[in-house]
């Protein structure tokens, strides 16, 4: 992994977790180990590339765990770490940074379409 510029504990933990998908693949590694194709289907914006890129950094990190069933077909499995749980408190605060984001603007919204102004 590249040095982080400011040597900040945040920039740091952005420099691993940032982008689009790495907080959301780890999202749904919080409820319990998944099959690449479920977390391609949970993740229908993502191309098999991106996931797989995403997926062996974080593995690379020592967050998730990659364990491969000898069967035929081949079965794999990603899940968290013990490093990567601790992941699980980052996920609810942004999950509820979502929410509220979510919130705020229905109701910016409502509040635009009640205005004497809005015209539709």
Known sequence: ???????????????????????????????????????????????????????RALEEAGLILRTVYPTVPVKVEYSLTEDGTRLEKVVAVVKEFGLWLKDRDAQAVEERQASPEFVV
Request: net charge positive; with cysteine; hydrophobic share 40%.
């Open 1 to 55: 992994m590249k040095k982080t510029v400011t040597g900040c504990s945040v920039e740091e933990a952005m420099h691993l977790l940032g982008g689009r998908w790495r907080l959301l693949i780890v999202s749904y590694l919080v409820d319990g180990p998944q099959r690449f194709n479920e977390l391609r289907r949970l993740m229908p914006g993502i191309s098999q590339r991106m996931l797989t890129l995403d997926l």
